[in-house]
């Protein structure tokens, strides 16, 4: 229900317009044509033109009105990335989408110095799930851009999830950078890491949010684990952003918690000069939408 409310806020905000990178996917489609049936945003389709308009056929559905749904023929993956991103930093679209393409070739166009998508920051991925049994939305990043985060790229990981979840309705969200164990050991990283985080958090470095860590994923997201090990902190049991320490980390929690878990998510990259809709291209056309529905609440908030 979480991810459905997101939608209805989306639907109440400025209508947007969409350039969707290689749109020839069924999954793509259908959450194409279900955003413009509920008046979330208008699209301009990159990529195959024959094969995305034998999906659209093949659904049996009219072809939406002009103003609503476009289609520009690109002759490879990677020039469909290039315009779309074009269209973008051009500002003739407002968002843009991953659509049936590998995740890098995207992000090499964004991160283009010429027409790309850059704006001093990092980018970085973030992703909103809706997991079953827990009534609040849990955020994790960054589970597919940024591969070896420094404490630097850290920093700003968590102020681009904590942008997200303002947007989305969170105050001060509860960021807990995750390690493999709750006290700091010199010879993890990842714990060094998140001490300083926290630290960097109390002083004002990180704002909007509260930072404590490391925690281990049980004591984050469960108060009786946090309890069981005498974990005293505001964010333990009830971390609404998990900060893994590598993409391996964030990549097999995102999929494990789709496929083990049945979680429903909804992703984008955040940091970016307009945000960018990102899921695995197994992901349903249902967590689509909801990437969507996230994109137009961080661009209208
Ligand atoms: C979770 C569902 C979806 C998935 O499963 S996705 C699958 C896993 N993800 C991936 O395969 C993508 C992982 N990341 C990558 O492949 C690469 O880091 C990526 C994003 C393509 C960049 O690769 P390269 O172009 O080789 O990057 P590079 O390190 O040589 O840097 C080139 C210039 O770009 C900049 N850059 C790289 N990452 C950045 C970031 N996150 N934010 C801002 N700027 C960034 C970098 O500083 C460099 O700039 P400059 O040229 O020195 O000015």
Redo the contacts with the bound molecule.
Sequence with gaps: MLLDSLIDKATQLNSVTVAVAAAEDTDVIEAVLDAIDRNLANFLLFGDKEKIQAIIDEKNREMASNKQLKIVHADSKTSAAELAVQAVSSKEATVLMKGNI???II??AV?N?EYGL?TG?????V?VFEIPGINRYTIVTD?????DPNLE?KAQIIKNAVSIAHSIGIENPKVAPLAAVEVVNPAMQATIDAAALTMMNRRGQISGCIVDGPLGLDNAVSSLAAEHKGIRSEVAGKADILLVPA?EV??VL??SLIYFANAKVG?VIA?AAAPIV???RA?SAESKLYSLALAICSVNK
Excluded at 143 to 147: L, T
Aim: no cysteine; proline share 0%; aromatic share 4%.
């Design positions: 590998q995740t890098n992000l090499k991160l110095k850059r920051n990092v980018l970085s991925h992703a589970a597919a851009m940024n591969i790229q993409i964030g990549n995102y999929k992703a940091g990102l899921t695995s992901d």
